[in-house]
């Protein structure tokens, strides 16, 4: 009930006419960053956080997470269009989001990823008011041997991330694993796979990889003519999605936004793995596993639903603990320092009207992101339009120059080139690319996790059976890989076949 | 045909010579240009956040631009090669830690860059912290605790490429005790790890871990400071707890290629010191943890980081760590 009482409080803070226009320019901003491949919410915050010094800090608090949340919500645009993540967190909207572009229901699709984010927003925020303080603890359970286990069980779901055999999705899933080695062993710090490239010592960098093995290689493989121009022009069927979608799309829009959230609450988990995670799952309780990669609705609403759910998740512990998750959440905290703040356990109770403001702002900003992304979704349909050596040309350049503004970093490029060249021969021989991308985000975190486990238990196995967290992921894992057995569940060749009969 | 020829020769010279104007009439001031301020982490860390807050006084003293450009990487061996290879006309800066020029030549050789020292600016200590209601209150429990169950104490830091891994052997050594090393290159990740009970200790700056401190959820064991800090004079330190020798801490400064010019050094020296003179920025920085230690003076950077660097190398050889 107090919670209520605060979070009317926090409206009036948030509804102040000055602050509704921080709130706009954060979600404006985020949309157009989250909108372009590469160019990221993180670069936007460190330009704009002078800025922020001579305002009120909850005017600048505002503006900041207007533009972490905003970007969540531009991401899915360019995955559905062309196929390119304009963030990490969207590599799986881009899945069934493209499928239904090529279907001429870019519309419907943008449309729903729009709705799926303010709904996700909507539930997460009010994990956020009721559960937050209670919520934090929890997450803070999860040591490094409960985040192997939860890798693991993680790993099992590139069974169903592929459309293609399963011999395959594991070879991929391998690869990803074997990239994930490269760099500085976390423990020793000993070079691996780096050849002398010092650029290569962090390890291949996820979005260099997904940028080239979606965007470039996209665009290569349409090049040689295997697309049919028609198939974007002639039917654009509608611009919202239809009852029918809504219902395929509901019961599991509202799963990835609870587990989504929950997922975001756990330190280090982030946004990206909660959309691969929720997919996967949908997938394998979905009544037809067959038709997900295809160009299902549910396909798109889910990663929607679970990036933003999982955005407002980990704003819990960098809230109530002061612990940032990702580096967007870390430069926020860091703004929040020089604001004199005092980001960490005592923000609610030094701060309340910061607190309770910002909270309440979010959901203005969610409102405001909905309104602002419904009319622009017949813009961007439009680009579909453009023709392609003008179209090609713009998105190999956004490839080049989101590789590149990741770190500011040439050697980026080249592997995203690489990449890109990778993901061509892919599709030729019909690898999916998820599985590895998957394998790439979860091995670091697993290998130093699991490696950190031994260290703490001097060298002995049982202590991820021992610890009942652990032990409970373990056997979801088990039971994701016996359970095609039992339940005799479609996978892989099959899901082709049927596929194919359709 | 020839005089129009004539014409457009004669109006492109004398475009050249207007353009030639500032070197004609005498040397142009410094900076005339925007100056590329390289920051060799990643945004939101405690290097990119002082340089973004002082940015904007800085200018207003230089009379010129900053453009903040974030190069992280390798610890910092990435941003450091790039201003080292840049032109050494001082448009092209870096702001780098101390740590590149103690830490990584004893660690990792191959990642030293050639980079030489303008000004050094703020200092930054590292806490040694446990969860609040571990057994271990005090720096002594700990030390006990370690004595009575040999190699049951773990301790998280960065990992060998920072200052705590070095400040944690020097504590260790002179106990006499063995600590459990569980390195997190992850700060959050390693806060987190002592908050949920997995890890008993971390070392790291006291920047994260403070507002967790005062809100009573971590305890501060111990800052690597040679003075008491003057605003948080309750917390201890290294020296007062008899381990005078871990006092290496982050030292962050202004940093350059090779022979730059003197008018480079002389006006960020100048602009540094009345700009971080300011009292107000002061406090505003202390709440980060960040206190102001100007040092221009070339001979004190490089003995200073001559006496570092030798404390981290004797350990670096002693333990056998080195990237390979």
């Known amino acids: 009930m107090e919670s209520i009482v605060n979070l009317i409080t926090g409206l009036g803070t948030a509804l102040q006419p000055i602050n509704l226009l921080y709130c706009f320019v954060g979600v404006f901003i985020g949309t157009l960053v989250g909108v372009l491949p590469g160019i990221g919410p993180i670069g936007a915050l460190s330009l704009l956080l002078p800025i922020t010094f001579h305002v009120p800090p909850v005017s600048g608090f ?28 969207s590599v799986v909207t881009c899945l069934d989001g493209y499928a239904m572009a090529r279907k001429g229901k870019a519309g419907p699709a943008l449309g729903m990823a729009a709705f799926a984010s303010f709904y996700a927003g909507t539930i997460g925020l009010f994990g956020l008011v009721f559960l937050a303080p209670s919520l934090a603890e929890l997450g803070l359970r999860i040591g490094p041997p409960e985040y192997f286990s939860l890798m693991t069980f993680g790993l099992t779901l590139v069974l169903y991330l592929s459309s293609s055999s399963i011999e395959k999705a594991l ?101 990206v793995i909660p959309t691969f995670v929720t997919y996967a799952l949908e997938k394998r309780i979905s009544r037809h596993p067959e038709r997900f990669g295809t160009g299902v609705i549910e396909g798109v609403a ?5 990036n933003n759910a999982a955005a407002e998740g980990t704003l819990v512990p960098l809230l109530s603990l002061g612990i940032p998750t990702g580096a967007t959440n870390a430069l926020i905290l860091g703004a929040l320092m020089i604001y004199g703040l005092n980001p960490g356990p005592l923000l609610i109770k030094d701060s309340p009207h910061v607190f ?62 690489l990449f890109g060249g990778l993901g061509y021969l892919m599709r030729k021989f019909d690898y999916a690319a998820p599985p590895l991308i998957l394998a790439l985000v979860l091995g670091p975190l697993m290998e130093s996790s699991l490696r950190r486990s031994i260290i703490i238990s001097k060298g002995s196995f049982s202590i991820f059976f021992e610890r009942p967290i652990s032990a409970l992921f373990l056997g979801l894992a088990l039971l994701m890989l016996i359970s095609p057995f039992i339940a005799r569940k479609r996978l892989g060749p099959d899901i082709l076949r049927e596929a194919g009969d359709e | 045909m020839r005089t129009k020829r004539a014409l457009v020769i ?46 904007e006084d800085l200018e207003k003293n230089l009379k010129g631009t900053i453009s903040i450009v974030n190069k992280p990487g390798a610890g910092g061996a990435l941003g450091s090669d790039f201003v080292a290879n840049a032109k050494n006309d001082g448009y092209t800066l870096l702001g780098v830690a101390t740590s590149t020029k103690t830490v990584i030549p004893a660690v990792d050789p191959k990642g030293v860059s050639d980079i030489h020292p303008i000004a050094l600016a703020f200092r930054t200590p590292l806490a040694l912290v446990a969860k609040n209601d571990s057994p271990m209150k005090s720096l002594k429990d700990a030390i006990a605790y370690a004595k ?173 760590i080195r990237v390979k």
């Open chain 1, 62 to 89: 505002i503006l900041l997470l207007g533009i972490c949340y905003g970007s969540q919500y531009g991401g899915s645009t360019t995955s559905i269009l062309v196929n390119i993540p304009g963030e990490a967190s």
């Open chain 1, 171 to 271: 070879m991929m899933a391998c690869v990803g694993l074997i990239l994930a080695m490269v760099g500085l062993d976390p423990i020793t710090t000993r070079a691996r796979f780096t050849y002398g490239v010092m650029a290569l010592r962090d390890g291949v960098g996820f979005a260099q990889v997904v940028i080239g093995l979606f965007g470039l290689s996209e665009v290569l493989t349409t090049i040689e003519g295997s697309l049919k121009r028609e198939v974007f022009q002639t039917h654009i069927k509608g611009l919202l999605p239809t009852l029918r979608d809504w219902k395929d799309s509901f019961l599991p829009m509202t799963r990835a936004s609870i587990l989504g959230f929950f997922m975001g609450i756990i330190p280090g988990i982030s946004v």
């Open chain 1, 302 to 306: 889910v990663p929607e639903a679970a």
């Open chain 1, 356 to 417: 309770w403001g910002v909270i309440a702002s979010m959901y203005i900003g969610n409102g405001m992101l909905l309104l602002l992304n419904l009319p622009l979704i017949g813009i961007w349909v439009k680009i579909l339009k453009i023709p392609y050596h003008i179209l090609f040309s713009t998105i190999i350049l956004f490839c080049l120059i989101g590789a590149y503004t990741i770190n500011n970093n040439i050697t980026d490029m080249y592997i995203m080139i």
């Open chain 2, 10 to 55: 004669m109006i492109l010279m004398l475009v050249f010579m207007v353009g030639f104007n500032g070197t004609i009439y005498g040397q142009p001031i410094y900076p005339g240009k925007p100056v590329q301020l390289v920051v060799a982490y990643g945004p939101g860390g405690a290097q990119d956040i002082f340089w973004r807050t002082v940015k």
């Open chain 2, 148 to 320: 009575e169950k040999p190699g049951g104490l773990t301790c998280s830091t960065q990992g060998i490429q920072a200052e705590a891994y070095f400040d944690l052997q020097l504590v260790a050594q002179a106990a006499g005790i063995k600590v459990t090393h569980v390195p997190n290159a992850n700060p959050t990740d390693a806060i987190a790890s002592v908050l949920g009970g997995h890890v008993d200790l971390y070392l790291g700056s006291l920047t994260a871990v403070l507002p967790l401190s005062k809100a009573g959820k971590l305890r501060i064991l111990g800052i690597t400071s040679d003075r008491k800090l003057p605003d948080k004079p309750d917390l201890p330190t290294f020296a007062e707890l008899g381990f005078p020798q871990a006092n290496l801490d982050l030292y962050a400064g202004l940093w350059g290629p090779k022979d730059l010019p003197q008018e480079v050094f002389t006006t960020w020296q100048r602009a540094l010191k009345v700009v971080l003179g300011n009292p107000d920025l002061q406090a505003t920085l202390r709440k980060s943890s960040m206190y102001i230690e100007v040092e221009v003076d070339r001979e004190k950077i490089i003995s200073l980081i001559k006496e570092s660097f030798e404390k981290i190398n004797q350990i670096a050889i002693k333990e056998g």
